[in-house]
């Protein structure tokens, strides 16, 4: 049901015309005189109704505003699905209790690095590697990864550590080498609302990391959710990554609310990479363990072997024995809420 | 020059470290002493040192921060270049002494709609037409555009008023299309960073008008047009349309602050877009008169015939009587500040 | 006319508890039941119902959102008073078709430097003079202000200039003196929601210049206006003066759709001020025009006859001569928008 | 040591002036003239140049910008005092291993109600009683607090359960009061920049718990409680309630990061609140979790037991079995990280 709030002194005419419009989309009205607002309340299927049709709606002669009751997002919905969706990727599962930690270098930078930090990770226990073969920089003149020679290396360091592959896609012309090489595709944050790079991903059969956008509100990531699942793929899991403010003493903001408010609101499993939440080294650690205390299914977090020589992220890059330690440090914080990791 | 801060007790050795790396590079360094901080200021072209290169020192022992002196782009840069550009458009001027107006329906919806608007529109003095084919929509299950049709209707229209056409791209796959039928290619808000198909609007041969993302600084902003210009396309401009705060009476917060500043650090056009930036049918004319007044070099409006059966955003929408109208209005402020419209 | 949303599946008994909490507060209610939301429409004077008792109403079972169709200010509405207040001050009228320039130095630091400025901008057309005797400042360790001493040569400056004064308070204690000696009495952005100070101007018989706080709703802020009118202060006039925004190359972002926005939601008249709002000496200019464009109903302008030496936002200050230039500009202006200045 | 970066092309005159200016505070400098900007390194005590110097500087010829490279504030600053500030309250320590937990209602109502909860907090183990004799509300048709009444029954209730008491000062007129009731005094989000109440209560012997305001910078938040330590007052705790963003899902964004931040920033004790933070009483516990794992030195949770009766924020306050678990919860929580509660 969908709420129309009139102007005030709106003519009779006026509201004859929109309830004329409501019938035409085979809906039914319940008008309500209040002492200072007249309002229309909306019987029947709204959600068939466009944004679109809601928009012209709007703009009628005498109509104030529109209030949304109902969700926009559909398949993403905890009303939709009631329990957890748990995704598996060779044989292991996000979403479930046991805690996923993906760990590896910013961008893939060559093969040698590369299976040196897989190796580092798969040690202290992450389930996952993650790095960039195309990497969405903020200037031409940076690096941007070694393509698909980037995808071969993380496919070679997946098989000498049994890692599975997480790696971020940024054209719809790669989605085959993507497909071939990763277990798990990443949307990055800029690519929220690429909307065609999100139908494409959602036309294959490879889960899908979604990164929340710097400034994306939580209605409008679970609708890029739902684009992609309204292609078929359901193996969606939405990677809170830190939203921008004002704030300029950290990289982002890193909203941890979104945990538990995703967990309310959709079935999806819920990732936090605290490595670009914050952008400072000192801070990933403090804030990955309050991720794991907030609720969260996953943890993605960058580690290399040397820092100072990465190609990009260096800044918020762990070292692989400090890497090692929080793993050790999180286990506990898991158990203190009933998680394992 | 950059500088590079020490934190307070930094050893000799690490201080001869970063001094090596930088020699490695070519660059000379200065230290100065400070009663409570060392700083490295560093000399030589600091501009090669790339983003990556930087996030490495930053990463080193003994760094407390970089502070970056030199603006990271180039190309579009006052610095580079101080005459202000001016892109020409089968005849029209866009970043000269007359204001130019791009007015036209948010979505393309057929042919009649559209060419009658564009009659309107013409009649009222618009220089461009506008209109989506292909269009980012938040929920999957709204109206996408009617893609390929919809550009030829486009053209059709152009054809009917002279009047060139702007048109947003989508997806690096509709270039093609996008350049056989449109005059001035669209980079909407969303794809601000859409780092691939930047690169692919800088390939060819067409102006291209670059929407401010919703939530990019201003440097950021200008690093995409960098994109575009680094492909050899320097045919670019900039176009303000509100930025997301947390005030939600307004759709955004349009910064005409964007546009003098702007003005200053590029000799790039600049463009405001008052019906997104309010997204109130009743704040687009003031907005726009202000546009103007802070030195806009063209506005971009939604005019449609009949808001109320607009496929999307008929809430700002402008129908055409009210349009002329406003462009009478915006001849005398225009002539206020010593332009013409 | 407010509207209760219910959850999903809420149990009769929960339905029977809400209603007839209302009916306790002497409202009647309209259950509607729809597909998937069943929705409760409050018939009765709800702008009776406080703050406190809606949040109790959201506290209970079964109630998953409440929305408010009213507006929660009445006296500062247009809809209480549909004509424009117009204030007048010594016979200079503010809210009317001529714009007023309010003009001088941040702080109040000397007699001379401040009768100096005081006869300059006056010169130029400057219908009030502006100065700080109180000043809120960030770091304890900055000047603080002259205090009463500065508020006589507010006074001094004013009678040799006969331009009535608009100064700052900071504390309701000073209240006796700023009454004494200014004409205007100004509430600061970082004061906006100082209730005790906003009550204690509601009690005086002085115009009230009221700053949006830095990151204020329009509709927070107009509570605040609400606050003094609910004390029998009615010359309240609203001065948008940027808010804060990720934004950095800016000092703020001044909001000027506020202006026209704020035509249509108050009678009260509304006040620019460039000389915050972006923070930068050179941006000031366009942004008085833009702002004059937009609607406003008086300009707020820092000038010092010697910014290098101003003791504090010498950065944003113009010099004189650039103020009386400024002054010709906007005259062209504002009769493009039919106004005078 | 501050950094002075000079427009290009500047005039060796301006240069003179400038370094003249610097000699005339007593300071010295170091010219380094780069490939594309010149720029000046301040040598000397530089944090005795006031923001108002600095300023001054800003607006002279030549100059582009100023770095600030030492932080603003000095007594809160971790390079002033190395060790943690704890403060003891009635033998109780904040800012040592022990988190503690300060609960209670949004505002005192009555006597009962409030003795009731009390007990009820006092029984799970939280170490202060809260609740708000002063109401800060955005209408001032809301109920504004018991005030001194309140005060009085906050007292009764900490000397029936032994619990110290925090409660909001509003007005630098209530100090007294305050004073004489309360053991810990709080500064409310509003008032963060309330200068003159900072000076007040900097002044008197009563530990601080200051919040940070709704769009503070860490920076801002610190240098208020230099505000407050530059009076004589050492014994501020710094309390995070969430930041305002454009997220409306939440009333605010907790920003948990801040926490681990100002704990290498400053050495004053760290306080979460949680029920401000989110607004919604589901979040709350996660939430509080978090924030133990983040670091929080002190937790401040709304706690009621009627939420749907209470006279204000009934929607997140938690009732007492609730919380009773919670506390429970946050021992494993606490214990995971090295702390106790």
């Known amino acids: 049901m969908d709420i129309i709030v009139l102007q005030p ?14 019938e035409s989309k085979g809906l039914k009205a319940n008008v309500s005189q209040g002492t200072e607002r007249t309002i229309i309340g909306v019987i029947g299927d709204t959600s068939k109704v466009t944004e679109d049709e809601e928009d012209a709606i709007r703009a009628m002669a005498g109509v104030e505003n ?3 009751i109902l969700k926009p997002y559909k398949l993403a919905s905890r009303d939709f699905k009631k329990e957890n969706t748990e995704i598996t990727v060779k044989g292991i599962v996000i979403g479930g209790k046991k805690i996923q930690v993906i760990a590896g270098p ?15 990770v798969k040690e202290s226990g992450a389930a996952f590697l993650r790095g960039g073969a195309y990497k969405p920089r903020t200037s031409p003149y ?20 049994g890692l599975p592959v997480v790696t971020e896609i940024m ?14 595709i990443q949307i990055g944050a800029r690519n929220m609302q690429n909307f065609r790079l999100l139908l494409e991903v959602g036309s294959v059969n490879k889960p899908v990391l979604l990164k929340r956008g710097l400034s994306a509100t939580i209605k409008e990531w679970l609708m890029s959710a739902e684009y992609i699942m309204s292609r078929g793929n359901h193996n969606v899991m939405l990677c809170e990554r830190g939203i921008r403010t004002f704030e300029t003493a950290t990289r982002n903001t890193l909203d941890l609310s979104a945990v538990p408010l995703l967990k309310q609101l959709t ?20 804030m990955a363990k309050a991720a794991v205390a ?12 040397n820092p100072e020589e990465a190609f990009s992220d260096g800044e ?20 203190a809420v009933g998680r394992e990791i």
């Open 106 to 120: 910013c961008a893939v930078e060559n093969r040698t690095i590369l299976t040196g930090i897989a190796e580092k």
């Open 171 to 184: 054209d719809p012309r790669d989605i085959d080498g993507i497909v071939e090489y990763a277990d798990i």
């Open 9 to 22: 002194e709106t003519s009779e005419e006026d509201i004859r015309h929109i309830l004329k419009k409501l």
């Open 316 to 335: 918020q890059s762990l070292r692989p024995d400090y890497f090692a330690k929080l793993m050790q440090e999180l286990k506990a914080v898991a158990q």
């Open 142 to 161: 940076s690096f941007q990864g070694l393509g698909l020679e980037g995808l071969k290396y993380l496919a070679e360091a997946s098989e000498k550590t």
């Open 294 to 305: 907030a609720g969260a299914d996953a943890l993605i977090i960058e580690v290399h072997t």
């Open 66 to 68: 529109i209030v949304r």
């Open 267 to 286: 079935h999806l499993p819920v990732v936090v990479d605290p490595s670009h939440g914050v952008g400072k080294r000192d801070l990933v650690a403090p």
